[in-house]
């Protein structure tokens, strides 16, 4: 499966953004979905993930109540909308997808195709 992510940008320290991840090439519903961000010298770190079947959902906690992750398996689409956003959480994000699982991972190598990311930039 190809996935591809978008929606990033320039907002300002308490605004909001909406990233889109767009699969292609295989059959969505089958994947579980994680978003991860990196910031420049900082390693990938989990930010939310939805079970294949859009049931659960799971949150970092420096995320919680101010992220939600949903998808939309008709079309092929996931979601991650993000308010209240703070300027250490300037980073490029990235979607990644993984064949059902009973879990959902938090670490990057639990998971097989990854998005080419995109810039989310938050200024104080």
């Known amino acids: 499966v190809q996935l591809q992510a978008f929606g990033g940008g320039l907002v300002q320290a308490g605004g909001s953004l909406r990233l889109s991840c767009a699969a292609s090439?295989?059959?969505?519903?089958?994947?579980?979905i994680g978003w991860f961000r990196q910031a420049p010298e900082k390693e990938r770190e989990f930010v939310a993930g939805i079970s294949w079947s859009g049931g659960r959902t799971y949150y970092a906690d420096s995320v919680k109540g101010r992220f939600t992750i949903s998808r939309e398996n008709a079309k092929n689409t996931a979601i991650l909308q993000m308010n209240s956003l703070k300027p250490e959480e300037t980073a490029v994000y990235y979607c990644?997808?993984?064949?059902?699982?009973?879990?959902?991972?938090?670490?990057?190598?639990?998971?097989?195709?990854w998005g080419q990311g995109t810039q989310v930039t938050v200024s104080s």
């Open positions: 990644a997808a993984v064949k059902r699982t009973v879990g959902i991972g938090t670490r990057p190598n639990e998971y097989d195709y």
């Open positions: 090439g295989g059959i969505y519903s089958f994947y579980t």
